[in-house]
């Protein structure tokens, strides 16, 4: 989603750039409806959030802003979805607990090299290890290789990928 945002350090003052739905879902957060936080909808005092009435989260105006419990939010947001209005938003869901990360930089060279076609991994299970393994494990490993590396003389050679 493209929206205009204000950018005192262009010369008109504005410009265009990418808006995430958790960014909207923020903004709408800033400023609630004025009303007491009951849904408007169910009447409903538990699991109330800020709800866009007509179901698009970048159409952040007051009077689109009402109060709605959790559960009449979803209720609405199905039956936008079945009668083609609003738009499906992008849930940022959190991190899911790797199942199958690299444990050792024997493991990832292998899923690394089946990514370049040299390894004996099928391709999508290599995919699947690097996805799954933690940016943090990642690192160490190319520590470790460019440590290896080093030691061997061979860091000046350029690494084929």
Not at 28 to 42: E, I, K
Request: positive net charge.
């Amino acid at each position: 989603m493209k929206a205009t945002v204000a950018n005192p350090a262009t010369r008109g003052g504005r410009r265009l750039v990418n808006i995430t739905d958790r960014a909207h879902r923020y903004r709408a957060n800033a400023n609630p409806p004025p009303d007491p936080r009951v849904c408007h909808y169910c009447g409903s005092k538990r699991n109330v959030e800020v709800d866009h009435v007509n179901g698009h989260e970048e159409d952040g105006r007051p009077d689109n802003l009402t109060w709605a419990c959790r559960r009449c939010n979803t209720r609405k947001g199905i039956v936008f979805r079945n009668a083609g209005r609003g738009r499906r938003t992008r849930q940022y869901n959190g991190r899911r607990r790797p199942a199958n990360p690299a444990k050792s930089v024997g493991q990832w060279l292998t899923a690394v090299m089946s990514l370049k076609g040299q390894g004996p991994m099928p391709l999508d299970a290599a995919i699947e290890m690097v996805r799954q393994t933690p940016h943090a494990a990642r690192s160490r490993f190319a520590r470790e290789i460019w440590a290896t590396r080093r030691a061997r003389g061979t860091d000046r050679q350029e690494v084929p990928f």
